[in-house]
């Protein structure tokens, strides 16, 4: 854990009992934005596959740029994916037309990054938090006014606030006014697209312990969406590492920061900060830039910077394998993935 970050000692999260119970099932998924004025295409997302339990925290981690937020939009149709699957509760999501889509959801919300870009400047801050209580049209305008007080009231905000506007708070109390919004409507999944990554360090580790509250509380599901290893490592149940529009290793956070199995997260881990001056971690340091998702390498993508890349890495695409109980890893010199020649292989210098 950072030494920078002060959050609250509580039990890592456990997984749930029953793995069957499945809330959202996401197979194949792609993302392509069209370039101006080519043919070509930012492969985004190029083929992501996960699930996500009822009631844990699945985190997604990555550089910049790797596809993560993208991720989280397509789950909620408000970026339309260019194909795959996604299933929340046994309900195919692209097959649904516009209501429907309203409808379910009710059932999925999303905290934004930004928390000035994300709030309305012309609305009173009663009006952000109850408009999900309009727009799906829930109780008579005096029970949604109460809902917004207590609301205000469970983020650690003063219920009089709510006749105040956006830019009179601080980042912290914005963020808290997002979440604040994110339940209105009783949720059982939450899209925390990086919530805390725009936020002073104090103020991180509050909303972090503030969504770990409100998730035993409401019975919540997270997607959390950060760059933020630290606080990923706390708050997260499983733990899905991104590289370059793929999926490239999932396992239980525990085990994937006690043992990383891919290059790239073990790469990721090493740049951790130890919070105690006479430990020292062995840093990785990767070599060159990340390629460009509109033409990326064949084969592995993260072969071009990988310390351990062989000649079969330019020639096999690795699809994500279990090589052991629970995790998930696409690289083909990993013990156990089933290319036993490349792991016996020895590594490039």
Request: aromatic residues 6%; charged residues 25%.
């Amino acid at each position: 854990m950072s030494a920078q970050v002060e959050i609250n000692n509580q039990p890592q999260p456990s997984l749930p009992a029953n793995l069957s119970d499945t809330l959202v099932s996401v197979r194949g998924l792609v993302k392509h934005f069209p370039v101006e004025g080519s043919d070509d295409v930012v492969r985004a997302v190029d083929g992501v596959s996960f699930e996500i339990f009822a009631g844990e925290t699945l985190g997604l981690v990555g550089e910049s740029g790797c596809g993560k937020s993208t991720v989280g939009r397509c789950l909620l149709r408000l970026i339309e994916p260019t194909a795959g699957e996604i299933y929340f509760q046994g309900r195919d999501i692209l097959s649904l037309n516009k209501k429907q889509l309203r409808e379910i959801r009710r059932e999925m919300q999303i905290i934004f990054q930004d928390p000035y870009a994300s709030l309305n400047p012309r609305m009173k801050v009663g009006d952000i938090v109850g408009e999900p209580l309009v727009i799906h049209n829930q109780g008579t305008k005096s029970e949604r006014r109460d809902r917004v007080a207590q609301l205000l009231r469970r983020v650690g905000l003063d219920p009089d606030y709510m006749n105040r506007y956006a830019h009179e708070f601080s980042g912290g109390q914005r963020q808290r006014i997002g979440v604040a919004r994110s339940l209105a409507l009783n949720p059982k999944l939450i899209v925390a697209d990086e919530p805390v990554s725009a936020l002073d360090v104090s103020v991180q580790a509050q909303v972090v312990n503030l969504l770990q509250e409100l998730q035993e509380e409401f019975k919540l599901t997270y997607l959390f969406i950060s760059h933020g290893l630290a606080v990923v490592e706390h708050i997260s149940t499983r733990v899905a590492v991104m590289y370059l529009g793929r999926i490239v290793e999932i396992a239980g956070a525990a085990e994937l920061y006690a043992q990383p199995l891919h290059p790239y997260t073990q790469a990721l881990l090493s740049a951790i900060p130890i919070p105690d001056p006479k430990q020292k971690r062995k840093r990785i340091i990767l070599q060159g830039d990340v390629p460009t998702p509109i033409n990326p390498p064949s084969g592995c993508r993260f072969r071009t910077r990988c310390p351990i890349a062989i000649e079969d890495c330019a020639q096999i695409d690795p699809e994500l394998r279990e090589v052991s109980p629970g995790h998930h890893v696409a690289c083909i010199r990993v013990p156990g993935w089933g290319h036993e020649e490349a792991q016996k292989a020895p590594a490039e210098p």
